[in-house]
């Protein structure tokens, strides 16, 4: 399998809220949801970077869709990295969170192997780590 992922979705328990946290307090470029008309359809899609976008969308219907039961959820199943230039990126990036309504579950800190990172949820529990890295040159 040549490594191709394209698009990250998170599923949410109230996709307004999620869009509001996303597109206004995280400032990800988005045009909104999309797919109202479909049962099962609405979506919202972010832009993250070249060729990589980030979707949202209801719990309910992504089982639906993958024909899975859905289950209770736990925020140590994935995370997110976001990786940053600097340490004070870093902060600036988790106190953005903070004010957008992201629950701090680990405030920055220097890492044991030698960089820079915390968490933060996000309103449907998703666990995000904010991380600068020396070692990890950042292709812009």
């Known amino acids: 399998m040549k490594p191709r992922i394209s698009v990250i979705t998170l599923g949410v328990d109230d996709l307004e809220r999620s ?11 988005t ?12 979506v919202a899609f972010f832009d993250l ?14 089982a639906h869709e993958a024909k ?15 990786n ?3 340490k004070e ?10 004010k957008a309504g992201a629950v701090i579950t680990d405030p920055a800190h220097d890492a044991f192997w030698g960089g820079y990172s915390g968490h933060f949820q996000d309103p449907d529990g998703h666990l995000w780590e904010v991380v600068w ?7 812009e």
């Open 133 to 139: 890295n020396p070692h990890w040159e950042l292709v």
């Open 31 to 42: 045009e909104g949801i999309i797919g109202k008309e479909f049962e099962h359809g609405a």
């Open 68 to 82: 899975v039961k859905q289950t209770a959820i736990s925020p140590t199943e994935f995370t997110l990295g976001h």
């Open 89 to 98: 990126e870093v902060d600036m990036v988790m106190e953005q969170a903070k």
């Open 49 to 62: 970077q070249p060729g990589l976008k980030l979707a949202i969308w209801n719990r309910k219907d992504l």
């Open 19 to 29: 869009l509001k946290f996303y597109q206004y307090g995280l400032g990800l470029p």
């Open 84 to 86: 940053v230039g600097s």
